[in-house]
């Protein structure tokens, strides 16, 4: 039975894990910003950004449950899109 060093481990592991990732969307917007990043090259790697995005949530949850997975992974693709529309609107 875990005992509530570990429950208080895993929660702020896991709390910790997704402020951070969830930070990915306003650093898009920053390097759209400077330059960096364009409309066409997030569009033309929407899939590579899908996939790390799932496997960044798959570390950060903390079990092998698709639902966990699928709470943190929706969201946050959801914001990146949403940030390549915001920061590029004509395109």
Request: positive net charge.
């Amino acid at each position: 039975m875990p005992s509530f060093s570990d429950y208080l481990e895993n929660l702020i592991y896991t709390t910790a894990g997704i402020g951070v990732l969830f930070q990915m969307p306003l650093l898009v917007m920053v390097l759209a910003r400077i330059g960096v990043v364009t409309g066409r090259f997030l569009r033309k790697y929407r899939r590579h950004a899908f996939v790390i995005i799932l496997i960044a949530a798959a570390i950060i949850t903390p079990s092998t449950d698709p639902f966990s997975l699928t709470i943190v992974t929706i969201p946050l693709y959801l914001f990146i899109r949403s940030q390549h529309y915001h920061c590029f609107p004509h395109q």
